[in-house]
């Protein structure tokens, strides 16, 4: 079993900056892939962001590229997302995901299927204009 733990949400304005945590109990092949999802009030979950840990590969939905940046810390077992001039459209509740995907099978489709076993509670994040 993995616990997943988000931290980092915040109000910010406009064109500022947040890096959100996932701490996860602990990193195993069940961690293999992990990513970040959000969801805003009235909309359908989405996903955001997402890395094969062993190799590093990535992914980014089109909404979030060159703004925002996976990464992990394997020492911590820890996911972060650094968000970069952050938009009032990236208003939404994140959440860290993780399962055992991993190569070939593409991180776009992994997220597009949002078939991930372990989901963390969330972290608001809101920016103002």
């Known amino acids: 079993q993995v616990q997943l733990v988000e931290s980092g949400g915040g109000s910010v304005q406009a064109g500022r900056s947040l890096r959100l945590s996932c701490a996860a109990s602990?990193?195993?092949?069940?961690?293999?892939?992990m990513a970040w999802f959000r969801q805003a009030p009235g909309k359908e979950r989405e996903g955001v962001a997402a890395i094969y840990r062993g190799g590093g590969s990535t992914y980014y939905d089109d909404s979030v590229k060159g703004r925002f940046t996976i990464s992990q810390d394997n020492a911590k077992n820890t996911v972060y997302l650094q968000m970069n001039g952050l938009k009032p459209e990236d208003t939404a509740m994140y959440y860290c995901?993780?399962?055992?995907?991993?190569?070939?099978?593409?991180?776009?489709?992994?997220?597009?299927?949002?078939?991930?076993?372990?989901w963390g509670q969330g972290t608001q994040v809101t920016v103002s204009s």
């Open positions: 602990t990193f195993s092949s069940s961690t293999n892939c």
């Open positions: 995901a993780a399962d055992l995907w991993s190569p070939p099978v593409s991180l776009r489709l992994v997220v597009a299927g949002a078939d991930f076993g372990y």
